[in-house]
């Protein structure tokens, strides 16, 4: 045995026991054409934002020897603002939390509520870091089932309440759009869950939510008279934001005011505020793009139910499609034709990122031509 190998087991032994053998996150950074496997943005951040952004890091640049404020008030108060217009939700800067992605504030939520002898319940399939955050924290994590036949991914509410019941976790997280399949939640779900957990955070993923359809509400909109509910966002989908790593949460001004107890000191630069605060004052510009995703996602929707395939309706900025006959074996005739999508582990199924109006239809092409020459083969019921 080589001295690395010998180095790499006695690290392994000196590892928490709950780590062992786990798996880290990682989507495959790859240099090809046509990349839509981890749901970023296509479209770049429009000029007059860059312009905007690079004078607000100028400004902030001569003074980068001093710590950043810690409270980020302007920040939250941005955020407060753009919530306000994008949802009709009145929230105070004190009912704002942010981090460096969505992913920091999914942590502090974890730490502060979660750790050694606590739980936390999702309902699968959904986003894989909310057990990775759970476990790194030393939660216990529960695979909930989202209905009794696995035919749909629908979360049945009668049925996540029976699970909440069982279980008794100290933290559940609903997934709305979910990340991989799309499909968002009913409030009443939220409101069931919600119900059923008396001593528990319930926290509310959307990330996607700039992405649902028409009619989808906001789980903001419960926030008032329950202190244990926490919705997320991020500016990484919808803002084209994805390389500044700015996430968010609303919750009761005393939960967040709980999650300083977590933060690490100055914990978001002053370059982040800055950018970030740039950005929401040109919310408008940088959503313009939204529609035209959502125009693509449903194209890839159309068009790959028309190829055979089974794509679940979305409500995010990708699409989930089933009916692979062997989904690693598709996703590897895409990658060696210069299109990068993500196996997400579910059997037959394959996430497409809805990418720009190029993008989708090379995609669309490459999965016809692929279908036609017989290298990608279709489950047979769908044939």
């Known amino acids: 045995m080589s001295e690395d190998i010998q180095s790499r087991s006695r690290l392994t032994d000196l590892l928490r026991p709950d780590l062992r053998g786990q798996s880290a996150y990682g989507a495959p950074q790859l240099p090809v054409a046509v990349a839509l ?11 007059d934002v860059v312009e905007a952004i690079t004078a607000r890091v100028a400004q902030v640049a001569p003074d980068l020897n001093r710590y950043p404020d810690r409270e ?4 939250r108060t941005a955020l407060a603002g753009y919530l306000q217009i994008a949802t009709g939700v009145e929230l105070s800067p004190e009912q704002l939390w942010a981090g460096n992605g969505s992913n920091e504030v999914l942590s502090h939520i974890v730490q502060a ?27 216990g994590w529960v695979d909930g089932l989202r209905n009794a036949t696995g035919a749909d991914y629908d979360v049945d509410a009668e049925l996540a309440v029976q699970q909440v019941r069982e279980h008794r976790p100290d933290i559940v997280f609903l997934c709305s759009p979910n990340n991989p399949t799309g499909t968002a939640i009913g409030l009443d779900i939220v409101e069931a869950v919600y119900d059923a957990l008396p001593d528990g955070i319930v926290v509310v993923d959307e990330a996607y939510a700039e992405f649902a359809r028409p009619g989808t509400r906001s789980a903001l909109t419960l926030l008032p008279g329950r202190e244990r509910l926490v919705v997320t966002r991020t500016m990484s989908k919808a803002f084209a934001f994805a390389g500044v790593r700015l996430g968010y949460l609303a919750a009761d001004p005393e939960l967040t005011q709980l999650l300083r107890l977590v933060r690490l000191p100055y914990h978001l630069s002053s370059v982040t505020q800055a950018v970030a605060e740039a950005a929401l004052e040109h919310a408008g510009t940088m959503l313009s793009m939204v529609e035209d995703i959502k125009a693509t996602r449903d194209e890839l929707a159309a068009v790959t139910g028309q190829l055979g395939l089974k794509p679940v309706p979305s409500d995010a900025n990708f699409v989930l499609v089933g ?5 690693a074996a598709a996703w590897q005739v895409l990658l ?11 059997p037959n199924h394959l996430r497409i990122t809805a990418g720009t109006p190029q993008e989708t239809q090379t995609v669309l092409r490459v999965l016809r031509e692929s279908i036609e020459d017989g290298s990608i083969v279709l489950q047979e019921e769908t044939l």
């Open 37 to 47: 496997n981890t749901n970023e943005s296509s479209y770049s951040v429009p000029d």
């Open 72 to 75: 980020f008030v302007a920040l």
């Open 113 to 139: 509520f979660g750790g050694p002898g606590r739980v936390a319940l999702g309902f699968t399939p959904a986003y894989s870091m909310h057990p990775i955050i759970s476990r790194g924290a030393g939660t």
């Open 323 to 327: 009916g692979f006959a062997d989904a």
């Open 336 to 346: 060696d034709r210069g299109v990068l999508v993500r196996d997400v582990g579910i």
